[in-house]
């Protein structure tokens, strides 16, 4: 089974540039995650998708943060203008109602740099 | 959601058992106690979860104490591929919602 696909693994660019990333979840899995993690913390969620619909999105700074999954498949999250503090790892993950647990299965994360 | 508590760092010599412990005293009746891992450069990993049972599969072993304020991951045979940051996460299992990362215990299993 092939896991979660994110690109692109690196990104650098200036402040108050634009950036998009993008995710392919596991096949099936109805329920996507992005979340963001700074150096030295643990992850904090920014959006939940159910199919193509939001669950969750409390933590998305909303001024600057968009994210979108338009077929209920694949995601993409932009990041306009960007800020010093976006420096992080950006992590997708995504789920099964099926998997015991509600097993979250998450990519290797795109690590954004903001100069 | 609980909030959990778990020492910042443990080291652990290969091939021994590792023994990480986390505390979670205001965990409601209705909640399990998860772990997960993440490997430098990594993605968090799933490893275990348990409500009041002790529960074992192919990765390891989770203890909870019978008040559940409390819990212990195991690591029978710890390698130096298990060195990772160690999440113990208190959810609902019918919440197929966020995971609340805490800061997480940094394991280091030496030669």
């Known amino acids: 089974e092939a896991g979660v696909a994110q690109s692109p693994r690196y990104k650098i660019i200036e402040k108050r540039q634009s950036v998009a990333f993008w995710c392919n979840p596991i096949?099936?899995?109805?329920?996507l995650y992005w979340y963001q993690q700074i150096l030295g913390q643990g992850p904090k969620l920014l959006i939940q998708?159910?199919?193509?619909?939001?669950?969750?999105d409390s933590q998305l700074p909303k001024d600057r943060f968009s994210a979108e999954r338009l077929k209920g498949v694949d995601s993409t999250l932009k990041i306009q203008p960007a800020k010093l503090e976006d420096s992080a790892v950006y992590l997708c993950?995504?789920?099964?109602?099926?998997?015991?647990?509600?097993?979250?299965?998450f990519g290797p994360g795109t690590r954004l740099t903001v100069l | 959601d609980a909030k959990t508590t778990q020492p910042t760092s443990m080291d652990c010599a290969e091939g021994r058992a590792a023994n990480l412990p986390c505390n979670h005293s205001?965990?409601?009746?209705?909640?399990?106690v998860y772990w997960y891992r993440q490997i430098h450069s990594q993605g968090p990993q799933y490893i275990i979860h348990?409500?009041?049972n002790n529960e074992t599969n192919e990765m390891a072993s989770l203890i909870i104490t019978e008040d559940r304020k409390s819990s212990t991951l195991i690591l029978p045979h710890a390698t130096l591929r298990d060195t990772a940051v160690y999440y113990c996460i208190v959810r609902r299992e019918d919440q197929g919602g966020k995971l609340i990362f805490g800061q997480g215990t940094e394991l280091s299993v030496k030669p």
């Open positions: 205001t965990i409601s009746g209705n909640e399990y």
């Open positions: 998708f159910q199919n193509n619909g939001v669950v969750d």
């Open positions: 993950a995504s789920s099964s109602q099926g998997t015991s647990g509600n097993e979250q299965f």
């Open positions: 096949s099936g899995h109805a329920t």
């Open positions: 348990g409500l009041k």
